[in-house]
């Protein structure tokens, strides 16, 4: 088209230049058949996808943005269907592989002759560290400081003691919390940092809010922990770190129990549940992957602030969980409780009228509880399924 009208045919030549709104385009489409040239090497049982665990999922690819990970068996059949797959697309796109900038990685389970055999045969070079992404390390081996160090040096840079001389007490606090919100947080949502490297983030944050510079250490006149309490109380609403990083670590967990479609809740369940429910306490090993061990920590915190919305009733014990409110359970508020309502859901608590059913419990709950129950509107089975939040 050109001025609204239809002109005549012309075969390009340049193609498209850097930084054309076309090309993310062009790009995802081109991607997007590599994915299903890589499907259907799956589907014909010649491409060995990686399973994460027993019942987890199998993963032959994964892709974001112009980064991308293949997965396979390690065996000259499977690097020659990796390759033939990769040449394809090639031939079909023009986009061509560069060999000096794609690493290969192997299991510790694969020997030291199959590897430099594989790796001879994919024209790649071998690493033992894949590095990081988005400044995560990649490999699941415990977290050290020193994978962390640039965090440190991140906010060392933007907390310079020159920008604590030119700002007020006020603008110090201001930009010391926007700053340490923003640097490590990407960090803290997928691994557990290392106390030690918090601590240090910490003191560079603690320092340059009370104006310390290279050669002298002002008064601070107030404890730390202070300035960590909600404005509300007299802080500064200061977060620490230490608990921010729990926090989120808590929210991966939740993933994990709620969001069963997401690929990595899969791949973490179908590799620790180990039979158990995901709900109850989880099992963790030492060889365990860094991640699950941190979840694992926080597990019990996760069930102490879980609730539950009430649709019909029927998944809710009412004496186990929370549903009155965000902390009750009722089963702590009974001395005694008889064995014929132990195992009542809500649902129990409603009568054929679709109205609360309290008699049989009026005598055993604090009459501000049943006055509680009663603002409550009763589970009805046009409501849907009970639902947990966090």
Same mark, same amino acid.
């Given at each position: 088209?050109?001025?609204?009208?239809?002109?005549?045919?012309?075969?390009?030549?340049?193609?498209?230049?850097?930084?054309?709104?076309?090309?993310?385009?062009?790009?995802?489409?081109?991607?997007?058949?590599?994915?299903?040239?890589?499907?259907?090497?799956?589907?014909?049982?010649?491409?060995?996808?990686?399973?994460?665990?027993?019942?987890?999922?199998?993963?032959?690819?994964?892709?974001?943005?112009?980064?991308?990970?293949?997965?396979?068996?390690?065996?000259?059949?499977?690097?020659?269907?990796?390759?033939?797959?990769?040449?394809?697309?090639?031939?079909?796109?023009?986009?061509?592989?560069?060999?000096?900038?794609?690493?290969?990685?192997?299991?510790?389970?694969?020997?030291?002759?199959?590897?430099?055999?594989?790796?001879?045969?994919?024209?790649?070079?071998?690493?033992?560290?894949? *590095? /990081? %992404?988005?400044?995560?390390?990649? @490999?699941?081996?415990? !977290?050290?400081?020193?994978?962390?160090?640039?965090?440190?040096? &991140?906010?060392?840079?933007?907390?310079?003691?020159?920008?604590?001389?030119?700002?007020?007490?006020?603008?110090?606090?201001?930009?010391?919390?926007?700053?340490?919100?923003?640097?490590?947080?990407?960090?803290?949502?997928?691994?557990?940092?290392?106390?030690?490297?918090?601590?240090?983030?910490?003191?560079?944050?603690?320092?340059?809010?009370?104006?310390?510079?290279?050669?002298?250490?002002?008064?601070?006149?107030?404890?730390?922990?202070?300035?960590?309490?909600?404005?509300?109380?007299?802080?500064?609403?200061?977060?620490?770190?230490?608990?921010?990083?729990?926090?989120?670590?808590?929210?991966?967990?939740?993933?994990?129990?709620?969001?069963?479609?997401?690929?990595?809740?899969?791949?973490?369940? *179908? /590799? %620790?549940?180990?039979?158990?429910? @995901?709900?109850?306490? !989880?099992?963790?090993?030492?060889?365990?992957?860094?991640?699950? &061990?941190?979840?694992?920590?926080?597990?019990?915190?996760?069930?102490?602030?879980?609730?539950?919305?009430?649709?019909?009733?029927?998944?809710?014990?009412?004496?186990?969980?929370?549903?009155?409110?965000?902390?009750?359970?009722?089963?702590?508020?009974?001395?005694?409780?008889?064995?014929?309502?132990?195992?009542?859901?809500?649902?129990?608590?409603?009568?054929?009228?679709?109205?609360?059913?309290?008699?049989?419990?009026?005598?055993?709950?604090?009459?501000?509880?049943?006055?509680?129950?009663?603002?409550?509107?009763?589970?009805?089975?046009?409501?849907?399924?009970?639902?947990?939040?966090?």
């Amino acid at each position: 088209m050109w001025n609204g009208k239809r002109s005549t045919f012309f075969m390009p030549e340049r193609g498209i230049r850097q930084g054309d709104p076309l090309s993310p385009y062009l790009f995802v489409l081109c991607m997007d058949k590599l994915s299903h040239l890589i499907a259907k090497e799956v589907d014909n049982k010649d491409w060995m996808a990686m399973r994460a665990g027993r019942d987890g999922p199998h993963i032959s690819h994964l892709m974001f943005a112009d980064d991308l990970l293949l997965f396979g068996k390690a065996t000259e059949k499977q690097m020659e269907c990796t390759m033939r797959t990769l040449d394809k697309f090639s031939k079909m796109s023009g986009q061509v592989v560069s060999l000096e900038k794609t690493m290969i990685y192997f299991s510790k389970n694969v020997d030291a002759q199959t590897r430099r055999r594989l790796a001879r045969q994919s024209g790649c070079q071998e690493t033992s560290n894949i *590095g /990081k %992404y988005l400044g995560v390390p990649l @490999i699941g081996d415990a !977290p050290r400081k020193r994978d962390f160090q640039h965090l440190i040096d &991140k906010v060392r840079n933007k907390l310079s003691g020159w920008k604590a001389n030119q700002l007020s007490f006020a603008g110090r606090v201001t930009l010391s919390k926007s700053v340490i919100q923003a640097i490590p947080m990407y960090s803290m949502m997928t691994t557990l940092i290392p106390k030690s490297c918090l601590l240090e983030i910490q003191k560079l944050q603690r320092g340059f809010v009370w104006g310390d510079d290279e050669n002298k250490r002002r008064l601070h006149t107030v404890r730390w922990s202070t300035l960590t309490i909600p404005k509300e109380l007299g802080g500064l609403a200061v977060r620490d770190m230490s608990k921010m990083n729990l926090a989120c670590i808590m929210k991966l967990g939740w993933s994990i129990k709620m969001q069963e479609n997401n690929l990595w809740c899969q791949v973490l369940r *179908g /590799k %620790y549940a180990r039979g158990n429910s @995901i709900f109850e306490s !989880p099992i963790v090993k030492k060889s365990d992957s860094s991640l699950w &061990k941190s979840i694992g920590k926080v597990w019990s915190d996760i069930s102490k602030f879980e609730a539950w919305s009430i649709g019909d009733g029927l998944k809710v014990n009412c004496w186990k969980d929370i549903w009155i409110d965000t902390s009750t359970r009722l089963g702590e508020l009974v001395d005694t409780l008889p064995n014929n309502i132990a195992d009542w859901t809500v649902h129990d608590l409603v009568d054929n009228n679709n109205m609360w059913k309290l008699a049989d419990i009026e005598l055993l709950l604090p009459g501000s509880v049943i006055e509680k129950i009663k603002l409550i509107p009763p589970p009805c089975m046009e409501d849907g399924s009970d639902m947990r939040f966090w």
